[in-house]
């Protein structure tokens, strides 16, 4: 099983504010889902990940990762009222175009996986994932559940938590291999 990637769909909004009205992006993720050769509506009933960020020019920032296990799919649960919540307090502190990637959950045969009851705990430990590197690129992004160890702890040269103190003068030579090891 393997997650897949689509988008990035752009987001409606009106007055800066994400619209509840998103009928643009659901036909863009339908003919996605032609395209590919799913069934037209397979990708939005799709479980899996998603991301919400903002595009400036070439450059894409997130600012919430979420899952879906819900029997209507990612349609059902991106554009909940608490989430607009979220999507809207960026949009009205930041720039740019709001972005909805979605990353349905594969079968080995490339189907969209249906198989909501075994396939949660690789969902949840996705999601943790992505947000670990949606943080690293962006230590403001929305997300509250599951992050107090990604936002406190630091391992120097690797990965700093937010609430922690960033490093101070010049690196340790370990430091500085490590980051070349991890890619930091």
């Given at each position: 099983m ?5 988008g990035?769909?752009?987001v409606?909004?009106?007055n800066?504010?994400?619209?509840g009205?998103?009928s643009a ?9 032609v395209?590919y050769?799913?069934e037209?509506n397979g ?6 990940c ?5 595009c400036?020019?070439?450059?894409y920032k ?9 029997q ?6 991106i554009?909940?009222d608490?989430k ?7 949009m009205?502190e930041?720039q ?8 349905p959950?594969l079968?080995p045969e490339?189907?969209?996986?249906r198989?909501?009851?075994?396939t ?14 949606a ?5 403001r ?13 630091t391992?120097r040269?690797?990965f700093?938590g937010s609430e ?8 340790a030579?370990?430091?500085i ?6 890619g930091?």
């Open positions: 393997y997650f897949d990637m689509y990035p769909f752009d409606a909004r009106a800066r504010r994400v619209s009205d998103q992006l659901w036909q863009d993720v339908r003919e996605a889902s395209k050769e799913y037209k990708l939005e009933r799709a479980i899996g998603y991301a919400f960020g903002l400036n020019g070439q450059s997130p600012w919430y990762v979420g899952m879906t296990m819900a209507t799919g990612f349609r059902g649960e554009f909940q608490h607009l919540k979220h999507y809207n307090e960026v009205a930041h740019g175009t709001p972005v909805m990637f979605l990353m959950l079968t490339g189907w969209f996986c198989d909501r009851v075994t949660k705990p690789l969902i949840q430990w996705t999601e943790k994932m992505l947000f670990g590197v943080f690293q690129r962006n230590p992004c929305r997300n509250q559940r599951d992050t107090k160890f990604l936002r406190n702890v391992v040269g690797v700093a922690t103190e960033g490093e101070t003068g010049r690196p030579p370990s430091v291999s490590a980051r070349n090891m991890f930091t």
